[in-house]
């Protein structure tokens, strides 16, 4: 049996194989389990599925993404699946060492939510500090696939074709009745080829809804959809609050560091250490 074991299935994904962690650390003791999902094992959103695009919305990192003024744009590539599989290996080697002190693994808990909210660094401490949400200061950024910033302000993913389908019959929030059997839009190829037409109805069908309703609508019609927070309201939703992502150690605001350990805890109260005072730099 390994003594590291890495995966990316949703919650509970491999239980039915016996291959989860509750049921392999008897035999394993020093098995380190790394589980990376959208939103953490014990969360609000835990068992949601996590898409990179989404992410990026709900952590307020699309919000600060684009020109002052227009909509939000994402990070032209999957920044939170490539910076949650490095906090993933900080996370394993951290474990690492202290199973060299106790001779015991753990699991490390890894959430693509909780790693983009990380990823805010300076903004994040900047509104944590004075209250003020930061605003968008870069320049657009070109996306690669169908996804759409909607008003109200809601990411929409159209990655899988089964969702296209699903949604039309049973919510009127995605493109229109039209897009379950439209050709156009029957696959994940034939929509990037019409995006302008997908666009356009996509619009079209958002523009009179307000942001809960359009959300519920499409969460109940298995769309991947999430809303486009600003810093301030990423802080305040239920599945940031419920990771502990702000903290305030002595009084003074931070962000937590995304991992959670079955068998360890952060050390949030202590600052980086200090060179020695002979080191040289």
């Not at 003594?3 to 990316?8: A, P, S």
């Not at 939000?72 to 474990?95: E, F, M, R, S």
């Not at 890894?110 to 805010?120: I, N």
């Amino acid at each position: 049996m390994p003594i590291f074991w890495w995966e990316n299935f949703k919650v509970g994904g491999l239980a039915k194989y016996g291959l989860d962690y509750d049921s392999l650390p008897r035999s394993t003791p020093r098995l380190i389990y790394c589980s990376i999902t959208g939103f953490g094992q014990d969360s609000p959103y835990a068992e949601r599925a996590g898409y990179d695009f989404l992410i990026q919305g709900m952590s307020g990192l699309m919000s600060i993404t684009g020109e002052p003024d227009r909509q939000p744009q994402k990070v032209g590539v999957a920044v939170t699946d490539i910076v949650t599989g490095l906090y993933a290996t900080i996370g394993v080697l951290a474990a690492v060492e202290q199973r060299h002190r106790t001779g015991r693994g753990q699991r490390v808990d890894m959430a693509l939510l909780d790693c983009a909210v990380a990823l805010l660094a300076n903004q994040a401490m900047n509104y944590l500090a004075t209250g003020t949400a930061p605003c968008a200061r870069a320049t657009p950024i070109p996306t690669s696939r169908p996804t759409r910033c909607s008003r109200p302000p809601t990411a929409i993913s159209s990655s899988r074709s089964a969702m296209t389908a699903s949604s039309a019959a049973s919510a009127r929030c995605w493109a229109s009745p039209i897009a379950g059997t439209d050709p156009r839009f029957a696959s994940n190829s034939a929509r990037i080829e019409n995006r302008e037409d997908l666009t356009t109805l996509l619009e079209a069908e958002t523009r009179g809804w307000q942001k809960d309703p359009l959300l519920h609508a499409l969460e109940a019609a298995t769309v991947p959809a999430g809303p486009i927070n600003t810093v301030a309201e990423a802080f305040a939703d239920p599945q940031v609050l419920a990771r502990g992502l702000k903290i305030a150690p002595e009084g003074q605001p931070g962000v937590r560091g995304p991992w959670v350990f079955s068998d360890a805890e952060l050390a949030l109260d202590r600052s980086a250490p200090a060179l020695p005072r002979d080191a040289k730099g």
